[in-house]
Structures are given as C-alpha cells and as structure tokens.
C-alpha cells in the first residue's frame, strides 16, 4: 500500500527557513511546524527567566501570534 505523505512530513523535512518564507505566504501548517519545533525550547527558556509557569506559557503563545500577525515582515531574502 502506497503511504502518501501528510503535510507535516513535508514540513519536517523543510529548514527553518524555508518554513518562515511559508508563514510569509500565509501557510497556517508551517507556523505549526515551527511551533511544534519551537515551543518547548522557547517556553523553558522563558520559564527560566521568569519563573513563572502562567507568564512564560502567556509569553510564548503572544511570540506565536506577534509572528503570525507580522508575518508579512518577515524578510523574503533571509540566509541560513
């Protein structure tokens, strides 16, 4: 039987930014991907800071929604 990919295996294979241009085009399944790679490191990282487990869960979920608002900024010639 033929297994045909889902869009979540394309966007695993992409790099990140490859996955930003895709936000920039308005691909609402790339900015899961990079949440899904993006949350848990963002969200220890803020928690470290913070120390506070409500306020860093609050400070990642406003990072993902300011990228997803602005995503029209994101530079179209971005390098690795």
Same mark, same amino acid.
């Given at each position: 039987?033929? !297994? ?10 992409? =790099? ?7 936000? !920039?085009?308005? !691909? ?47 530079? =179209?010639?971005?390098?690795?």
């Amino acid at each position: 039987m033929t !297994r045909f990919p889902n869009k979540r295996d394309q966007y695993c294979q992409l =790099g990140d930014i490859e996955i930003l241009d895709l936000i !920039r085009q308005s !691909r609402n399944a790339a900015l899961t991907e990079i949440f899904n790679r993006y949350w848990e490191p963002l969200f220890l990282y803020v928690m470290r800071v913070l120390r506070d487990d409500d306020e860093a869960r609050d400070v990642v979920q406003e990072t993902f929604i300011a990228l997803w608002q602005k995503k029209s900024r994101i530079a =179209g010639n971005l390098l690795p």
